[in-house]
Every structure is written in C-alpha cells, then in structure tokens.
T-cell receptor, first 112, second 111 residues
C-alpha cells in the first residue's frame, strides 16, 4: 500500500462545475498537507498549504483535511478551462525537513 | 525574483551512459531536493542537499548521486543509465523546510 493514494482520473467536467479532488493516506505522522497544480510538461506549482485538520479557502479553491479519516480534499468552484491540469496532493511530517510525499495526481479536464 | 531554474530542458541519452542535471534554487533558499516523475506518476523523492551534504535519501540506487555547491546550486548525476530512468527530473528548493518551490524539470529520455 502506498503512503498516499490518489485516483488518477481523468475527471472531466463542464465549465462552471464544482470539482472535488481527494487523497487518502496511511501515515499518521503527516501534519502538513499541500495541493500542487501541474500543467503538461511543467513543474508542480503550490496551490494550497494546510497545517493539521480543518479548512482553508483561497479564492475559488478550498482545501479540507480530516485527520481522523486520513482524507484530504480540494474543491474548485466555478471551474474554468484554464484549470485543466494534473492536481497532486502532497503531505509531510515534522522533522526530516518536511519533505513532501506525493500522490500520483488526478488529471482534470474542464471543457467549455 | 527568479524561481528555480533547471538545465537542460530536454536530454536524450543512450543506455549505459552517464548524465548530469543542474539546478539553481530560488533566491533565499538553501536546500535543494531532487524528484523523479515517471509518466502518469507523482514525483518520487530521490535525495535532499543542505549545507553541501546529502541530508536525506529516498529509495533510489547508488547510481543516483548528487552535489551541492557553496552557492546552493546542485547537480544530479545518474550513472549506467537504464531505459527505466526515462522521466521528468524535478528540482525543488526550500528554506528551513518551508516553501518547496519546483523548477520546470529536465525531461530525460534513455534510448
């Protein structure tokens, strides 16, 4: 079993839809949770960063962490074609320089 | 403010050869981490350099080695290339464990 599990998709939605992306994990030591966006043939770009449990909102993006269920989510409201990319969840534990462990990414396609 | 820069962008090598990839960290960052991302997979941690020393290493063979220079830039070396080494190699810089910022990567193809 991988430490971080993420459905690769692809997930195809119409423009304006609410998108829900999810990851599960097995390592209870993870305290820091991140979502990265990666366009084709580019490096990952940090979207959201959350410490421990709870919600965090930034514009159209909301990140949720449920540590009791070892489950994290990213919601995208009013999705746009420019949101089409691969979304990677990542998480890290205190100590060890907080090195992120990544999921395999979910491919999102938002069609006009 | 320049972000993380990697060179070269693309590279084609023959099986058995050796390759060196380069990374310049974001201004103000002192730690460099290298990741391998195979097609359709998430980035896999190779190793991290801090103060010119390898601080942590992932599950990669000794064919993968690195170096960090006094100006914090870094190199990733891979010896005896295998077809399975074909991937996007990503460099990420950070400061005291925070703010992992990735470069655009080097796409290595081994033929």
């Amino acid at each position: 079993q991988k430490e971080v599990e993420q459905d690769p998709g692809p997930l195809s939605v119409p423009e304006g839809a609410i998108v829900s992306l999810n990851c599960t994990y097995s390592n209870s030591a993870f305290q820091y949770f991140m979502w990265y966006r990666q366009y084709s043939r580019k490096g990952p770009e940090l979207l959201m960063y959350t410490y421990s449990s709870g919600n965090k909102e930034d514009g159209r993006f909301t990140a949720q962490v449920d540590k009791s269920s070892k489950y994290i989510s990213l919601f995208i409201r009013d999705s746009q074609p420019s949101d089409s990319a691969t979304y990677l969840c990542a998480m890290s534990a205190p100590g060890g320089s907080y090195i992120p462990t990544f999921g395999r990414g979910t491919s999102l396609i938002v069609h006009p | 403010d320049a972000g993380v820069t990697q060179s070269p962008t693309h590279l084609i090598k023959t099986r058995g050869q050796q390759v060196t990839l380069r990374c310049s960290p974001k201004s103000g960052h002192d730690t460099v981490s290298w990741y391998q991302q195979a097609l359709g997979q998430g980035p896999q941690f190779i190793f991290q350099y801090y103060e010119e020393e390898e601080r942590q290493r992932g599950n990669f063979p000794d064919r993968f080695s690195g170096h960090q220079f006094p100006n914090y830039s870094s190199e990733l070396n891979v010896n005896a290339l295998l077809l399975g080494d074909s991937a996007l190699y990503l460099c990420a810089s950070s400061k005291e464990g925070y703010g992992y910022t990735f470069g655009s990567g080097t796409r290595l193809t081994v033929v």
